[in-house]
């Protein structure tokens, strides 16, 4: 079991940056992909952004890439998003998901936080 705890959502201005964490817990022993999904209101759950426990094969989805850092303290197991150059079209639901392989993959997280808010006005 791993359980997810993220942080750092908020009330931003567009062009404003934030930075989410997510904590993880419970399994120690295996390297997992962790990453960050989001879902605005009215709109399916998309991916943002994914990176191994280790460091490794950080990816991004289009709308975010090149404003978008994601980056991982093993010693925390905390993964961080970086977003920067904030658009009102950002305002979501951000999910940080874990999905327990060492392959680069995200797709069907075997577990998700609670997610935290990000809303950006114009």
């Known amino acids: 079991q791993v359980q997810l705890v993220e942080s750092g959502g908020g009330l931003v201005q567009a062009g404003d940056s934030l930075r989410l964490s997510c904590a993880a817990s419970?399994?120690?022993?295996?390297?997992?992909?962790m990453g960050w999904f989001r879902q605005a209101p009215g709109k399916e759950r998309e991916f943002v952004s994914a990176?191994?426990?280790?460091?490794?094969?950080?990816n991004y989805a289009e709308s975010v890439e090149g404003r978008s850092t994601i980056s991982v303290d093993s010693a925390k197991d905390t993964v961080y998003l970086q977003l920067d150059s904030l658009k009102p079209e950002d305002t979501a639901v951000y999910f940080c998901?874990?999905?327990?392989?060492?392959?680069?993959?995200?797709?069907?997280?075997?577990?998700w936080g609670r997610g935290t808010q990000v809303t950006v006005s114009s």
């Open positions: 998901a874990v999905k327990l392989t060492a392959k680069p993959t995200l797709t069907n997280p075997d577990y």
């Open positions: 419970g399994r120690a022993d295996i390297n997992y992909r």
């Open positions: 990176i191994q426990r280790n460091g490794g094969f950080p």
